[in-house]
């Protein structure tokens, strides 16, 4: 009996890379998630400080969320802004709907105050010394309709359209998430928060000020379309 040639009886082995396929638009999607690593000391490459990371696997980030330190202002202010990196050890190429799904929130103690706020999401391209912008896009403001004490939450998905890009070896995919608030009395001041844990944690040991709400997650995921060469 004819076997069946080797290139047929297989699977194309480029899909088992992706999350999810379309095939029609040859693109793949993986998903990314953000966390945070800690560091005390020097790691190679020269890092002294904590690290903010894309990475394609899971894993239980140094502190699940963080935050900008106390504001205040009735005009919007940046509070947070992170940089979450992956490095690429084989070429690639970044093209179609990326969508970014995060946890923003605020935090404070008077029961008179609002917090306002929205955030903006970079793409970019880095070389470990210069930045090259491909994308970036606004989310849609919160506007909590109520003065509550304590952490109140927004779960927001924030798609951008990214042009054809390619990356060498080397390169390093770096998605930038900024909060931006104001609050509505310049007498007051409040906190912003951004979840950054790929396992979802709502608390963690000596953070538990900072407790996300049951029905919440503290997941920050990046699902990034590359062209598939099928």
């Not at 179609?96 to 799904?101: E, H």
């Not at 923003?104 to 706020?117: A, C, E, F, V, Y």
């Amino acid at each position: 009996m004819a076997r069946i040639p080797e290139n047929f009886r297989r699977n194309p082995p480029i899909l088992a890379n992706y999350d999810a396929v379309d095939i029609a638009s040859g693109t793949g999607y993986v998903t990314f998630y953000g966390g945070r690593m800690g560091i005390n000391g020097t790691i190679a490459g020269g890092n002294t400080s904590d690290l903010y990371v894309l990475s394609p696997s899971p894993f239980y980030s140094d502190t699940f969320v963080s935050n900008g330190g106390a504001f205040t202002g009735t005009s919007y202010v940046k509070n947070i802004d992170l940089d979450f990196d992956i490095m690429f050890n084989l070429p690639r190429t970044l093209k179609g709907q990326m969508i970014v799904n995060l946890t923003m929130g605020r935090q404070h103690t008077q029961t008179t105050l609002k917090i306002d706020m929205y955030p903006i999401i970079y793409v970019r391209k880095w070389d470990g010394s210069t930045e090259t912008a491909i994308a970036s896009a606004t989310g849609n403001e919160f506007r909590p309709s109520v003065d509550t004490t304590g952490v109140y939450l927004k779960m927001a998905c924030v798609p951008i359209t990214i042009p054809t890009t390619h990356f060498k070896r080397g390169d390093f995919l770096r998605v930038t998430i900024e909060l931006w608030g104001k609050t509505d009395s310049a007498s007051l001041t409040g906190v912003l928060l951004l979840g950054n844990d790929p396992m979802g944690r709502l608390t963690q040991d000596g953070l538990s000020v900072f407790t996300f709400p049951a029905g919440y997650t503290s997941l920050l995921s990046v699902h990034a379309p590359f062209r598939m060469d099928l």
